[in-house]
């Protein structure tokens, strides 16, 4: 009797998953900060130096919204694993470097505090952190959140412009960058989305290393290439390439960093690869009729946002095919 009771109480109860491997949260958290290096010294080499002290800003407000509002409530810090700093970063890539920093450090407040420590923390939160601390500072500093820095190396006497997509919407198609410019970085915009070839080269680094799957990217990106290709082929009057529009579609804006580094967050998005085909297409087709037919230019982070809220929904229709399939 005493064995059983001594057994009992060496038991450990968990939530799955029961994964017996050397991978932890601040190793993916950390794999994650390097993967976004490369878009972060693109940014740097294009707006500046000030670009590096919004990011630093973001990311040690975060750490400390998080560290703060463990210690107030006693809870065990989970600071040190890398998940503040990482939605500091995502913030500072998705704002203008000209962003006044105490406002980034609003966007990090609202993220860390609001959206995930308020629900319980790393891994209850419903929607993504940076994500949403990004919409709210658009709804509350847009003018701010709408002024876009040009390039150092551009050939212009100004200090702020459009970004392609502020062009393609006030169809202002002459000024539209070439695709080999926004492949390279050398447009303006938010840090995260001036370099397409920044954000595959860390989105191949964390296929590499297993962070995360390429399912959910490759349905985002692919639903803006197609859907956009079947639009300017459907609008032959409009004067543009069907096929150079479509690759337009995809690197302008935030496309890449959204598939790449934020629709595939592990908390807010679906477990079944079936379920993450679902997401990424739906994040790409609201995008698209965001960018077509709204009045906003832009709608990489609303149709993220929405989708995350449709997660469970896709988990739980998954979940019951899956199970079903596995019955027969």
Known sequence: MDNKNKFHDNLIVSSAPHIVSDTDTTRVMATVIVALLPALCVGIYVFGIRVLALAIACMLSSSFFEWGYNRLLKRPQTVGDLSAALTGLLIAMN??????????????????VIVKQLYGGIGRNFVNPAITGRIVLFISFASEMSTWPVPKMADTDALTGPTPLGHLAAKEFEKLPSNLDMFLGFIGGSVGEVSAIALIIGGLFLVWKKIISPVIPCAFIGTVFVLTLIYYSANPASGHNAFSMALFHILAGGVMLGAIFMATDYVTTPKLTSGQIIFGIGCGLITVVIRLWASYPEGVSFSILLMNICTPLINRVTFKRYIKGGAK
């Open 95 to 112: 704002v203008p470097s000209t962003l006044p920093i105490w406002m980034g450090v609003v966007g990090s407040f609202v993220a860390i």
